[in-house]
């Protein structure tokens, strides 16, 4: 929803929308400091997996009470209570959709990771035979 740039990564001033649009806006150092304190792969913005990081990390207490993640956390939680059963259905099976298409990503980078490592050790190999190969000429 508020992933503008549709990278499926929420960015400092996508964040900065956000929590502005939650009405709890933030400082440049505090939307920095939250993306920080959940940006596992440090490339300074949220996947969808750091995103739900907050909500894990709120459940178990983690975040810091003056946290502008705990203040995140508390404002976009689903009152069912509010927004019906199917209201919270709908909201935790677009939530589960994600986690499933997140994985999916994750196996595509893996695969594709093993294709260098494949790719890099053949090339090494080529490279020795090569060199066995040049070794028995200049000898």
Do not use: C, W
Request: net charge negative; proline share 1%.
């Amino acid at each position: 929803m508020y992933d503008s740039g549709r990278d499926g990564y929420i960015d400092l001033m996508e964040l900065k929308l956000m929590m502005e649009k939650l009405g709890a806006p933030q400082t440049h150092l505090g939307l920095k400091n939250m993306i920080k304190e959940v940006d596992e792969d440090f490339d300074g913005k949220l996947s969808f997996r750091e995103f739900l990081l907050i909500f894990h990390k709120a459940a178990a207490g983690e975040l810091e009470e003056d946290s502008g993640l705990l203040t995140l956390a508390k404002l976009s939680e689903i009152d069912v209570s509010i927004e019906g059963v199917k209201g919270a259905k709908n909201f935790f099976e677009a939530k589960a959709q994600a986690l499933s298409s997140a994985s999916k990503f994750e196996a595509e980078i893996k695969a594709e990771q093993d294709e260098r490592k494949r790719e890099e050790e053949e090339r090494k190999h080529r490279r020795a035979a090569f060199r066995e190969l040049k070794s028995a000429f200049t000898q």
